[in-house]
């Protein structure tokens, strides 16, 4: 048994919750001796088991704001059935645009800011979001181990982006 915050506090990298929670803008509130205070999810991430959380402190709450005429996808590839994952991608698209992360490539989730800009103009056919991650992969620089190579990683990067993206789309017209 665990919690959503003992797991975001762990901050693995091959952790699904990390990029969800960068693009779905939550925030951490964190309680010390010092006080309370609120950390982005963008900031709250920091390293390889490292968070924003400092000693003495602890993560008493993760806010999500509300949206309204979004939708959110995630994909990934992971290893077994319900494994660890090798790469995942996380997205949510509004009228607006797209927010994308990308995970298990760096120590921390990823945003995907190119393949946001191309998809500003909220242009979300399949052929524009397939076209909006090419070059994604390239832009990464993740790590090679038993699990994969950095080559097969970038690979995964992009094609997770295109599918985590087409399903937000598919629930916000659902």
């Known amino acids: 048994r665990g919690t959503v915050g003992g797991n975001v506090c762990v901050s693995d990298p091959t952790n699904h919750l990390p990029p969800l929670l960068v693009v779905l803008d939550a925030s951490f509130t964190i309680r010390g001796s010092g006080g309370e205070r609120v950390v982005p999810a963008d900031e709250f991430f920091v390293g390889v088991y490292m968070t924003a959380v400092g000693e003495g402190e602890l993560l008493t709450k993760i ?22 994952y090798v790469v995942d991608a ?55 181990d038993v699990h994969g190579s950095a080559d097969y990683r970038r690979s995964l990067a992009e094609t997770s982006a295109v599918r985590a993206v087409l399903q937000a789309v598919e629930w916000r017209q659902s």
């Open 63 to 84: 806010s999500v704001p509300p949206a309204s005429d979004t939708g959110d996808g995630f994909s990934g590839v992971t290893i077994g059935k319900h494994g660890t």
């Open 90 to 144: 996380a997205a949510t698209v509004s009228g607006e645009g797209a927010r994308i992360a990308i995970g298990c490539v760096a120590a921390t989730p990823v945003r995907a800011t190119e393949m946001e800009e191309r998809l500003a103009g909220g242009d979300f056919s399949e052929d524009a979001v397939r076209e909006a991650a090419k070059g994604l992969g390239a832009s990464l620089d993740p790590p090679s």
